[in-house]
């Protein structure tokens, strides 16, 4: 008969280890026909796990059976090659969320890094190495411990008190110098987080700044759960960058417009964001781009160190005009300021 500490026994321990985090309840049957042992075997290595300090309760019913529960600390885990390969791309992206979590992302990398057994280590160096930390310049750091307090009052459904930090303060005298939300969402958008939250005292839906967030110990009263406009967070906050009201989730440019650049598509894709580029020829392109006013997105096709023609709408054309004299002005330093 092995011993516990055979080879059969340990591999045996990792196989059941691995089952039970695969589902939630496993009967004791089942287990001992996936392990090919009797389930007098099964209660055994039960034992064993809960002797390495992983807390597996005991499941009441006909078969009765097991499930691995939540600890004081966190046990050591198994990771199938999926699994892996997606912990690996998340810690290595962790810089891009501003969360304060940069140096403890990169050690808990290096750490799976060294456990990945060779068929995997070459495929998530060079998977990783490709990717690179996501939008880590121009990021903002939030402090961790704002998150889990924001993401706490989410969770239970408790009114949000907090002290805002804007930006220049004596412009923002009218605004209360403590905070009383709703708070429904956190969300990551261009290396920041943000609150999406229901504000009582204004009857409006407002977004927050997290790094500018300083909650206070005092939770509000409870609330129940709102719905953004148009149902999806994401496209809520999407739209509300893009101009629309807190009573709308329209997720669109007020002003689109057209124009053929004279550049290949291999150049011009990469910067169109979240318009889109079409070739019509081997050196030409159709780009359609969206901002927040006509100059502005004029100023974003000018971006491309290509000549532009057949623009659209009109609006743009003059857009154009508007900033070409604008520009011959400053170049000729014919500046309007004093």
């Known amino acids: 008969m092995p011993t516990a500490s055979s080879p059969s026994t340990s591999k045996r321990l990792l196989a059941l280890l691995s089952l039970l985090q695969s589902r939630r309840d496993w009967p004791a049957p089942v287990l001992a026909g996936r392990l090919e042992v009797s389930e ?79 068929r995997l280590s ?37 009114e949000l008190r907090f002290d805002y930090a804007t930006p220049d303060r004596a412009a923002n005298a009218a605004a209360p110098a403590v905070r009383s939300v709703e708070p429904h969402h956190l969300l990551a958008h261009n290396a ?72 290949p598509l291999s150049t011009i894709a990469p910067y169109v964001a979240d318009g889109s580029a079409e070739a019509i020829g081997a050196d030409r392109c159709r780009v359609r781009l969206g901002s ?6 004029a100023a974003e096709f000018c971006r491309f160190t290509f000549d532009v023609s057949d623009v659209e709408p009109p609006a743009l054309r003059a857009a154009f005009t508007s900033i070409a004299e604008r520009t011959r002005r400053a170049g000729a330093g014919e500046g309007s300021g004093t």
């Not at 005092?218 to 999407?238: C, E």
Request: with cysteine; glycine share 10%.
């Open 192 to 263: 920041r987080w943000y609150l999406i939250a229901y504000s009582p005292a204004e009857d409006e839906w407002r977004i927050y700044r997290a790094d500018r967030i300083t909650p206070r110990t005092h939770t509000g009263r409870s609330f129940t759960a709102r719905s953004v406009p148009g149902g999806d967070p994401a496209r809520y906050l999407s739209a509300r960058f893009k101009g629309s009201t807190s009573s709308t989730a329209e997720d669109v440019w007020p002003c689109t417009g057209t124009a053929t650049v004279h550049g």
């Open 40 to 118: 007098r075997t099964v209660r055994r290595d039960i034992d064993r796990l809960r002797e390495l300090d992983y807390v597996i309760d005991a499941t009441r019913g006909p078969d009765g059976g097991y499930r691995l529960g939540a600890g004081s600390q966190l046990p050591p885990l198994l990771f199938d090659d999926e699994q892996v390969i997606a912990l690996a791309l998340a810690l290595r992206t962790a810089g891009g969320l501003g969360a304060g979590i940069d140096e403890a992302a990169d050690r808990a990398l290096r750490t799976v890094s060294r456990l990945m057994p060779e």
């Open 122 to 158: 070459h495929r998530v160096a060079n998977l990783v190495d490709t990717v690179g930390p996501a939008a880590t310049r121009g990021s903002v750091q939030t402090d961790p411990a704002v998150l889990l307090s924001i993401g706490e009052a989410i969770r239970t459904r408790r």
């Open 292 to 297: 927040w006013s006509w100059e502005a997105l």
